[in-house]
């Protein structure tokens, strides 16, 4: 995870330093700037002369590196149209960009997360079909549109909510916040909702195909057909609906689960007595195959968090990760004495079997069908050179602990 994280660090310095030098080379190279802060009638000498104090006369390369130079110090220079500090106006305009990124940020999550969730479980309503219809509007309608059409129908026709500006700010000191008074907010409604309804549709249809997805898997399949009823939430959003329940199983799926928070969820949906119950399989294929599948892995989708994970995890590494487990249901004082468990044992494929179970494991669940394809060849060369099978080790491990009685 930190070679990932090192790495999209690394990319976006280059891309960043990529969007600077195209927007210092159209700076450069498109206009004159001297010509836009002096008037038509500043000489040629007096134009000159501020040339060579604002070292507009140097090679594009020495400017652009004296300009990135001083922004790693934090100086951006003087704006040319306000004589002004750059660092000082970005200060002066944070409170309202950051305030305006929040509230936005804030609509986009809590409407489109709820909104995925209904047209990914009522996939045939009407509802449904009318909320994925407005979401193709969302997305197609460029966002400067639909600032333009809110501002007309809102603030120009019914005169209902202000159309530029801040309203009524409060100052805290050298922060200014519009959202201590009602004019501050009726005044970033509509720039705020112009902002969310991009985000808000794309996070409503990722949400729904990430939900689709799940209820397509085999184990809700076989729930539905045993006359199981399914419920698909986080567990930790789960509402139980004041039920309570002898046994919570989590099997290859507590790593995704706040374990604090999980667990003392938990320990609310037991009965006293009842039983926690979190066990997973830790395989150790034969290097033979897993090098390969490891290199391929890295080819197919180099940008995927498990593509710079080594071909063989380290044991060790998940035993730590189940001790954490036992200790955080420990912390929560709910549970007895956590359980260990560790069991050893093997199983043999074809390189047919393995093949047809490989494309449920990990991060191969999401990948598209070509680049799932190019991995299994690599894989299948390599058991066939094997022989046409293997012997895989797997190690289960197993966190177990019984809901203590309510004093």
């Given amino acids: 995870m930190l070679a990932f994280l090192v790495q ?10 990529a969007v600077a030098v195209i927007a210092f080379a159209l700076f450069n190279y498109v206009g004159d700037p001297i010509s836009s802060m002096v008037g038509q009638d500043t000489s040629v000498a007096d134009r000159e002369r501020l040339r060579q104090e604002l070292g507009l006369d140097d090679s594009f390369i020495v400017q652009f590196a004296r300009f990135v130079g001083r922004a790693a110090r934090g100086d951006f220079g003087l704006s040319y149209q306000q004589a002004r500090p750059v660092g000082q106006i970005i200060l002066e305009k944070m409170p309202a960009t950051l305030e305006l990124s929040f509230v936005a940020a804030t609509l986009a999550l809590t409407i489109g997360v709820p909104m995925g969730i209904y047209t990914g479980l009522h996939r045939d309503t009407w509802l449904s079909q009318l909320l994925l219809a407005l979401s193709l509007v969302g997305v197609s309608l460029p966002t400067f549109l639909i600032g333009i059409l809110l501002i007309l129908v809102f603030a120009v026709l019914l005169g209902w909510l202000p159309s530029f500006g801040r309203g009524t700010v409060v100052h805290i000191g050298w922060w200014t916040t519009g959202f201590l008074t009602a004019e501050g907010w009726r005044a970033i409604i509509l720039p705020a909702i112009t902002l969310a309804l991009f985000q808000m549709t794309l996070i409503m249809r990722l949400v729904r195909a990430e939900m689709i997805e799940v209820l397509r898997t085999d184990y809700i399949k076989f729930a539905r057909a045993r006359g199981l009823p399914v419920e698909v939430a986080a567990f930790e959003a789960w509402d139980p609906d004041d039920r309570r329940f002898d046994t919570v199983i989590a099997a290859q799926s507590w790593h995704w689960v706040d374990p604090l928070t999980g667990a003392a969820k938990a320990a609310r949906v037991l009965r006293p007595t009842g039983r926690l119950a979190i066990f997973g399989h830790v395989f150790e294929p034969p290097a033979e195959w897993a090098k390969p599948f490891a290199a391929a892995y890295r080819r197919v989708v180099p940008d995927s968090p498990f593509a710079n994970l080594p071909p063989r995890r380290p044991l060790d590494m998940y ?33 047919d079997q393995w093949l047809a179970l490989l494309p449920t494991t990990g991060g191969l669940t999401r990948l598209r069908p070509d680049r799932l394809a190019d991995i299994l060849d690599e894989v299948g060369t390599a058991i066939d050179a094997l022989g046409g099978a293997f012997t895989m080790h797997y190690t289960t491990l197993a966190v177990s602990a019984a809901r203590v009685s309510t004093p």
């Fill in 8 to 17: 999209r660090l690394f990319q976006a310095v280059l891309v960043m330093l």
């Fill in 319 to 351: 035993q730590a990760m189940y001790a954490k487990f036992a200790g955080t249901i420990r912390e929560t004082g709910q549970f007895s004495e956590p359980e260990q468990w560790r069991f050893d044992w093997e199983q043999s494929y074809t390189r």
